[in-house]
């Protein structure tokens, strides 16, 4: 268990809507990451948040929004969504805002219809 | 135009023997490499880490070596244990050198099977 906890585990929804992705980072981590990896693909960087503020910027469509809240857990909210979408989504945290040990939750599987 | 690459999607040892995981690069900012393990319905955990200014480091049963002129990282694992079976991911970032992205960049992963 890595501490890193996300919700829900699988998500089934149709094209055109939108949801919302939970992650809640380890206890005294500060910086949260979320990853897309598709079918037969690597993670794929979408965004960072280091205490509330964007740190860093994937490869993040704009259908796709984040935030980290004073708490520290982290929303990815993904709209107007398509087939292509569908994915597994990874929240990775980190204690600082540099390249270092992230730590992964179980991830999100997602499944447009 | 993939950054880090694993050409090999799939690779079966015997236990006991020594696995060898391949990873290139083509981005020369990269300066820190990580590999992870993921086993089915988890997410990767991370195994093991080297800087660019290091050619090795060790961890248990665990050895990464970096040939920086080849742009070519290399995972060892010695004995391989059948708890070993997984997908290795390797990524990197070029974090000492900064260049303003603090992202890691992922390969496509290899499945890795010890066979007992």
């Known amino acids: 268990d890595s501490g890193v906890t996300q919700t829900p585990k699988h998500l089934i929804t149709a094209t055109g809507q939108r949801v919302t992705l939970r992650c809640s980072p380890r206890?005294?981590?500060?910086?949260v990451y979320w990853y897309q990896q598709s079918l037969d693909q690597g993670l794929q960087f979408l965004i960072q948040?280091?205490?509330?503020?964007?740190?860093a910027k994937g490869n993040i469509l704009e259908r796709f929004s984040a935030q980290q809240f004073p708490d520290l857990h982290s929303e990815l909210n993904l709209s107007s969504l398509e087939l292509g979408d569908s994915a597994l989504y990874f929240c990775?945290?980190?204690?600082?805002?540099?390249?270092?040990?992230?730590?992964f939750g179980p991830g999100t599987r997602l499944t447009v219809l | 135009d993939q950054q880090v690459k694993q050409n090999s999607p799939s690779l079966s040892v015997q236990e006991g023997r020594i696995s060898i995981l391949n990873c290139d690069y083509t981005?020369?900012?990269?300066?820190?490499f990580l590999w992870y393990k993921k086993y089915p319905a988890e997410g990767p955990t991370f195994l093991i880490s080297?800087?660019?200014?290091?050619d090795k480091n060790e961890d248990g049963r665990f050895t990464v070596f970096l040939n920086k002129s080849a742009k070519h990282l290399s995972l060892h694992i010695v004995p391989s244990q059948p708890g070993d079976s997984a997908v290795y991911f390797c990524?990197?970032?070029?974090?000492?050198?900064?260049?303003?992205?603090?992202?890691?960049?992922f390969g496509k992963g290899t499945k890795l099977s010890v066979i007992p």
């Open positions: 206890s005294g981590d500060l910086s």
């Open positions: 990524a990197a970032s070029p974090r000492i050198s900064g260049a303003g992205s603090y992202q890691l960049t």
């Open positions: 990775a945290s980190s204690v600082a805002w540099v390249i270092d040990e992230q730590f």
């Open positions: 948040y280091y205490n509330g503020e964007e740190r």
């Open positions: 080297i800087s660019s200014i290091k």
């Open positions: 981005n020369s900012m990269f300066d820190y």
